[in-house]
Nanobody
Framework: VQLQASGGGLVQAGGSLRLSCAAS????????MGWFRQAPGKEREFVAA????????DYADSVWGRFTASRDSAEKMVYLQMNSLKPEDSAVYYC?????????????????WGQGTQVTVSS
């Protein structure tokens, strides 16, 4: 599975962005998908996950109610809708594919990673 994240940019606080992750590979529909972010000087942290079927999602407490993960397996796309953005949401955002839903918040349990897209939220 190869992943390509896009959709980042500069936005004012309170604004919205929609990140996209395009996947290639025949087995994409078998994978759970995660979104992680990494700010300068900080560790990569879990943001959101959506299971292989699209029926289950999970979010970090810091983004609950503001971010929504979705997927279109037919198009091999995964999305992260980000609303009510805050300056502390600024980071490089990565999409990732993994097999384990139980370990969905652990970056080490994902097998494939996209290259990252920069999100900057100005105050």
């Amino acid at each position: 599975v190869q992943l390509q994240a896009s959709g980042g940019g500069l936005v004012q606080a309170g604004g919205s962005l929609r990140l996209s992750c395009a996947a290639s590979g025949r087995t994409f529909s078998n994978y759970n998908m995660g979104w992680f972010r990494q700010a300068p000087g900080k560790e990569r942290e879990f943001v959101a996950a959506i299971d292989w079927s699209g029926s289950r999602t999970d979010y970090a407490d810091s983004v609950w109610g503001r971010f929504t993960a979705s997927r279109d397996s037919a198009e091999k796309m995964v999305y992260l809708q980000m609303n009510s953005l805050k300056p502390e949401d600024s980071a490089v955002y990565y999409c990732a594919a993994g097999r384990s839903w139980v370990a969905r918040t652990s970056a080490t349990r994902y097998d494939y990673w996209g290259q990252g897209t920069q999100v900057t939220v100005s105050s």
